[in-house]
């Protein structure tokens, strides 16, 4: 395949079609894949995803992503070099990995435990946070029934005790090395400070090693950059 064989390039149309095209959102989701693009240093064109006008509903857009999430990419250097896409934050963040030879350490064990750390993220962190920041941000004060909010709300307290924890001793989720494992897992720390306002509700104070290691990971100038990409309208 090539590029042109996407129907979503009718949409979105490549300016620079040997770079990878990246379809996305400044959402926790889509930093990930646009500061892993500026760390590993592939060139890419990036397109915004507007959801005010449902873009990730539209039929270009789920031509490429089935399950209509941001982010996407299109690779037109893919395997055997073809034009390649894929879907889904942490497989990207495995591909471009794999590709760029960063992130992602060869060494067995701690590729395995990289990995590990980025399913917890994906499995566990994101969508419990992305749950509670929904009842806490937009439904939790309209619902009489507290225990929804209060669900999420005490999961979420756990999973930071988790991630606070295994950082007590160690600078990054693995070792020393910052990773994609990393990478997965601070952009949704920024949104439970930000956008969600849950600062005070999750008692995010009592977490200082998970502050400390978010602050380094703000400081890369990858991560700093990547928060606004696709620059939004």
Same mark, same amino acid.
């Given at each position: ?50 959801? &005010? ?18 982010? &996407? ?63 806490? +941000? ?7 029934? +507290? ?33 994609? &494992? ?52």
């Amino acid at each position: 395949m090539k590029l042109s064989d996407f129907p979503i390039t009718n949409k979105w149309p490549a300016q620079h079609p040997e770079k990878i095209q990246l379809y996305s959102l400044p959402t926790p989701n889509g930093i990930k894949t646009s500061a892993m693009l500026e760390e590993s240093g592939l060139a890419y064109e990036p397109h915004l995803v507007n959801f &005010a006008t449902d873009d990730q509903l539209s039929p270009e857009f789920i031509s490429l992503n089935p399950n209509n999430k941001i982010p &996407a990419i299109i690779d037109p250097n893919g395997p055997n070099g073809e034009a390649f896409g894929i879907w889904e934050s942490g497989a990207i963040l495995i591909y471009l990995a794999e590709k760029s030879g960063k992130l992602l350490s060869s060494h067995p064990a701690k590729r395995l435990e990289t990995l590990q750390w980025l399913m917890f993220q994906m499995g566990g962190a994101g969508p419990i946070f992305g749950q509670f920041g929904f009842f806490h +941000k937009f439904a939790g004060k309209e619902i009489e029934d +507290k225990r929804p909010y209060e669900r999420y709300q005490n999961e979420s307290k756990r999973l930071l005790g988790v991630i606070n924890a295994h950082l007590e001793n160690r600078e990054y989720m693995v070792g020393n090395e910052y990773s994609i &494992a990393d990478l997965a897992l601070w952009p949704w720390i920024r949104t439970l400070n930000g956008f969600y306002e849950a600062t005070e509700e999750l008692e995010m104070s009592k977490y200082s090693a998970v502050d400390a290691w978010f602050k380094k990971c703000m400081a890369r100038p990858a991560s700093e950059k990547s928060t606004n990409i696709p620059a939004r309208d």
